[in-house]
C-alpha cells in the first residue's frame, strides 16, 4: 500500500467556542482532540483536515502513526 490510501473515516466535531475559549485556543496555537482509530489499520500516518463552517477556511495536518490506537494533533486556529 505504498502511498496509497487504506481507508477513509468521518468523525464530525461541531464545536462552537466562546470568546475566551478561542483567545486561548489561539494563545497556546490549537485545539487539542483525540481520535481513536481501529487497530491494525495498516496506515503509517493519518490526514487530517477541518474545516471552519463560518470562514469555510479548510486546513490539514499529517499525522505519523508512532503506534496503534490514539492520535493527537493541534490544529492552528490563527492568521495563515
Avoid: C, W
Avoid at 468523525?11 to 494563545?27: K, M, Q
Avoid at 491494525?40 to 490539514?60: P, W
Amino acid at each position: 500500500h505504498a502511498g496509497k490510501p487504506v481507508g477513509f473515516m468521518q468523525i464530525p466535531r461541531d464545536r462552537t467556542l466562546t470568546a475566551a475559549e478561542y483567545v486561548s485556543a489561539h494563545a497556546e496555537n490549537g485545539l487539542l482532540d483525540t481520535i481513536t482509530l481501529p487497530q491494525n489499520i495498516g496506515a503509517a500516518e493519518v490526514r487530517l483536515v477541518v474545516k471552519d463552517t463560518l470562514t469555510g477556511r479548510i486546513g490539514s495536518l499529517n499525522v505519523p502513526l508512532a503506534q496503534p490506537g490514539a492520535v493527537s494533533a493541534k490544529t492552528n486556529l490563527g492568521p495563515q
